[in-house]
């Protein structure tokens, strides 16, 4: 197939782009590398079946132009921070929804067949009920989240009003290789990056709010499945490993994965927009998709500190 990856230098695009190439599909890549970085995409530049265009999704002519000859998207670029989207929110705005409903506008313009959209636990706010469902109510926190539900609005909007095949993937925390060069890395990266230099973790709150980490080949899977099989149009899904881990947790996990036991964990204030609980009940795409995530947090957390460290490469 000929696929456009929105997004596809940054941690999770590349690893998607990287397989869809190896599978033998022609793959497009669109990203201005603010978040992303060319060094995740530089070993497929050689390839027949990849092309890359430093350009922003706003930049309809340059969609257009590469969706002449698109049958599927894979829709990633976005601003990602939650800090810098309270700080920006217009620009956030602009980039998280004009950009997705451009993108939209002219998939459906030119026919395209697929249409997924990674969005984000974000939306549902901080949790009423625990694990959380697709029908537990959104309640953004932050304009990052905000964006979000705005954007889910009108790729189900265009599900109903047109062929386009859509679906929406709520991403839990996605961890692993490659996300330590990102603008804004996650919180494990942080955690072995300070680890490995034994430096303090800084933990902002008390530690006890819980996330739901999934490795990157989970997610890397499920795309690429998707890509290849079918889905039922205009659903939405969790995309989570379906478990709870306190920061607090993770943190003693990493510290001991590592081997510097003397390292120790500073806290400090929490930051406007984080949420206290998360835990994605994940019975839908299992359901539906047969999907269910297959690498554990302690694997995961192995596999990306041997990255890391330079003893396994991506």
Known sequence: MNILVTGGAGFIGSHIVERLVSLGHNVYVIDNLSNG???????LTNKDNFVFYKGDIRDLSLVKMILMDVEAVVHLAAIIDVQYSINNPEETNDVNVRGTL?????????????????SSCA?????????????????????????????EAYIKAYSRISNLKTIILRLFNVYGPRQEVSRYPGVISKFITSAMKSEELVIYGDGTQTRDFI???????????????????????????GMAISIRELAEKIINL??????????????????????????KINRDLNFSPRISIDEGLRLTIEYMKGKRSY
Do not use: C, W
């Open 37 to 43: 970085s060319i060094d995740n995409i530089q070993h």
């Open 102 to 118: 451009g993108l939209l506008k002219s998939s459906f313009q030119f026919g395209i067949k697929k249409f997924i959209y990674t």
């Open 123 to 151: 939306v549902y706010g901080e949790a009423k009920y625990l694990p959380i469902d697709e029908d537990h109510p959104t309640y953004p926190l932050s304009p990052y989240a905000a964006s979000k539900v705005a954007s």
């Open 215 to 241: 490795f990157v080949k989970d997610v890397t899977d499920l795309i690429v499945m998707l890509i290849e099989g079918d889905y039922p149009s205009g659903e939405t899904y969790n995309v989570g490993s």
């Open 258 to 283: 590592v081997g510097r036991k003397k390292v120790k964990m500073r806290f400090s204030a929490g930051r406007i927009g984080d949420i206290k609980r998360s835990q994605a009940f994940i019975e």
